[in-house]
């Protein structure tokens, strides 16, 4: 049983750091691509971040809105994908999700809707007051 659950979140001040946990289960993280994604309130999700299957040259994504603020890595080891936020701003509040793909891609790419991943973890709430 593949599950996926999120930790990390919570109160920060603008400016303010986190860092998001993903801890992965029944699946090779090592042959996964992994996004975060991100809701607002009424809001759709928005992809912020994805890593590729593991690679010589690894692809990574970023939102144009968080470029140089948010970096995601993975730890094999510990299963465990993350989201390093750094300098939060008030637009990235809402509830950050995590997802991997169901299939092992040719290319170390990875998806960038939420119809190109197939397991969801529950979402973790990052607030960050204005």
């Known amino acids: 049983q593949v599950q996926l659950v999120e930790s990390g979140g919570g109160l920060v001040q603008p400016g303010g750091s986190l860092r998001l946990s993903c801890v992965t289960s029944?699946?090779?993280?090592?042959?996964?691509?992994i996004g975060w994604f991100r809701q607002a309130p009424g809001k759709g999700r928005e992809e912020v971040s994805c890593?590729?299957?593991?690679?010589?040259?690894?692809?990574?994504y970023y939102h144009d809105s968080v470029k140089g603020r948010f970096t995601i890595s993975r730890d094999s080891a510990k299963s465990t994908v993350y989201l390093h936020m750094n300098n939060l701003k008030p637009d990235d509040a809402g509830v950050y999700f995590c997802?991997?793909?169901?299939?092992?891609?040719?290319?170390?790419?990875?998806?960038?809707?939420?119809?190109?991943?197939?397991?969801w973890g529950r979402g973790a709430q990052v607030t960050v007051p204005s």
């Open positions: 029944g699946i090779n993280l090592d042959n996964t691509a």
């Open positions: 997802a991997a793909e169901n299939f092992i891609r040719v290319q170390p790419m990875c998806g960038r809707e939420p119809d190109d991943y197939f397991y």
């Open positions: 890593i590729s299957r593991r690679d010589e040259n690894p692809f990574y």
